[in-house]
């Protein structure tokens, strides 16, 4: 039991912290004309600067992780803790795969 309460809350700080990563990696590549932001709701918000694209996506996420942190007794709220980690992680991923890309077109 002690051991899912550690996962739980590696995950839960991980989400934020990733969070912020993915947003600030995405506003990177997006104003460098890399990529587009997929998400039309996020599209709008960047187009208005990135202060407000920031916040809002910083207080969505965290918001829900306090949801599920507050929930987190609940296994199905537990489960989508490490599992919403676990697809944050891969989408960091492709941020790295778009930096190799860039840095060896670079070169």
């Known amino acids: 039991m002690q051991r899912t309460r550690s996962i739980v809350s590696l995950a839960a700080a991980a989400l934020v912290v990733m969070n912020l990563i993915d947003g600030l ?21 960047m187009a208005h600067g990135p202060v407000g694209f920031m916040a ?13 942190w507050r929930l987190r007794h ?4 537990a489960i989508g803790m490490v599992g919403a980690a676990v697809i944050y992680s891969s989408i960091l991923l492709v941020h790295l795969s778009v930096a190799r890309h860039v840095v060896m077109a670079a070169l």
């Open 25 to 45: 990696m995405t506003l990177v590549w997006v104003r460098s004309g890399v990529a587009t932001e997929g998400n039309p709701f996020m599209d709008r918000l």
């Open 56 to 68: 809002t996506k910083l207080a969505l996420v965290s918001l829900g992780v306090g949801l599920l």
């Open 74 to 77: 609940r296994r199905a709220a």
